[in-house]
C-alpha cells in the first residue's frame, strides 16, 4: 500500500467502529505501508513473508521481534499511540532503529551477554568472603550492570545503523520528538534517556546510505 500511512493503517486495518483498537493486529504484507518494507530492503533485513508488522493500539512504543525455530519470522511492532505523536520523519527513524536492531541480531548478543553476566555474577558471588546474603547481592549486582550495559550498547549501536540509513539529522529528530513527549526521562535497565541518546547522536559521524535510484 504505498499510499498508506502509519495513521491509516491504524485507523482502517486495526481500529474497529468505535475507533478504539483490539490488542495487537499482525498486518499482513498487503496491509503494511510501502515505506518499512523499502527501509528493510535496503537494511537487507529479512521479515516474515506473511506478517512483517503488528499494531498495539494502545501501547506507546516499539519493538522488533526475531524470528524464533519453527515460529514467525523477524517483525517490528508498533504502538498506536507512538504513531500519534511523532511526526511521519520521526517515525521513520523509529522504524530504521527497529530494524537495526534485527540487522545488527541484538537479540543473540543480550542472550549471550546474559549468560556470561550470570556465570561471572556466580564467580565474584563465591569470591568474596561475604556471608550468603551479600554473596547473592554482589552475584546479583553483577549480573544486573552486565546485562544494563550491553543493552545500553545495542541502543547506541541502532541509533547509529539507523542513521546511515535515514541520516543523522533524522534520527535525532526521533529522539527530541520522544524527549518532548517525555518518551524516557530517567535511565531503565534496558535504555539509556532520549537525551542521552540525542548527545550521543549528534557527535557521532556516519556515513549515509545512498538511496537506490
Known amino acids: 500500500m504505498k499510499n498508506m500511512t502509519w495513521q491509516d493503517t491504524i485507523r482502517l486495518h486495526v481500529n474497529g467502529p468505535?475507533?478504539?483498537g483490539s490488542g495487537v493486529v499482525a498486518l499482513p504484507r498487503e496491509q503494511v505501508p510501502e515505506n518499512l518494507l523499502a527501509l528493510a530492503d535496503r537494511m537487507?533485513?529479512?521479515?516474515?513473508?506473511?506478517f512483517p508488522a503488528e499494531i498495539d493500539p494502545s501501547w506507546c512504543g516499539a519493538r522488533a521481534l526475531p524470528s524464533l525455530p519453527g515460529g514467525r519470522g523477524n517483525r517490528v511492532r508498533l504502538g498506536g499511540e507512538l504513531v500519534g505523536k511523532l511526526s511521519p520523519v520521526a517515525l521513520e527513524s523509529v522504524l530504521a532503529h527497529e530494524l537495526a536492531h534485527l540487522k545488527c541480531?541484538?537479540?543473540?548478543?543480550l542472550l549471550a551477554g546474559s549468560v556470561l553476566a550470570a556465570l561471572a555474577g556466580i564467580a565474584?558471588?563465591?569470591?568474596?568472603?561475604?556471608?550468603?546474603?551479600l554473596r547473592?547481592?554482589?552475584?546479583?549486582?553483577?549480573?544486573?550492570?552486565?546485562?544494563?550495559?550491553?543493552?545500553?550498547?545495542a541502543e547506541y549501536e541502532a541509533d547509529s545503523v539507523a542513521a546511515r540509513y535515514v541520516g543523522r539529522d533524522s534520527v535525532a529528530r526521533m529522539l527530541e520528538e520522544l524527549k518532548d513527549n517525555h518518551f524516557r526521562r530517567v535511565p531503565e535497565l534496558t535504555h539509556p534517556t532520549d537525551a542521552l541518546r540525542l548527545h550521543r547522536v549528534r557527535r557521532i559521524r556516519v556515513p549515509r546510505m545512498p538511496k537506490p535510484r
Open 124 to 133: 565474584v558471588g563465591l569470591a568474596v568472603d561475604f556471608s550468603t546474603p
Open 105 to 109: 541480531r541484538h537479540w543473540e548478543l
Open 44 to 50: 537487507r533485513v529479512e521479515l516474515d513473508a506473511e
Open 18 to 20: 468505535s475507533g478504539e
Open 136 to 153: 547473592l547481592l554482589f552475584g546479583g549486582g553483577v549480573l544486573v550492570l552486565g546485562s544494563a550495559a550491553l543493552s545500553w550498547i
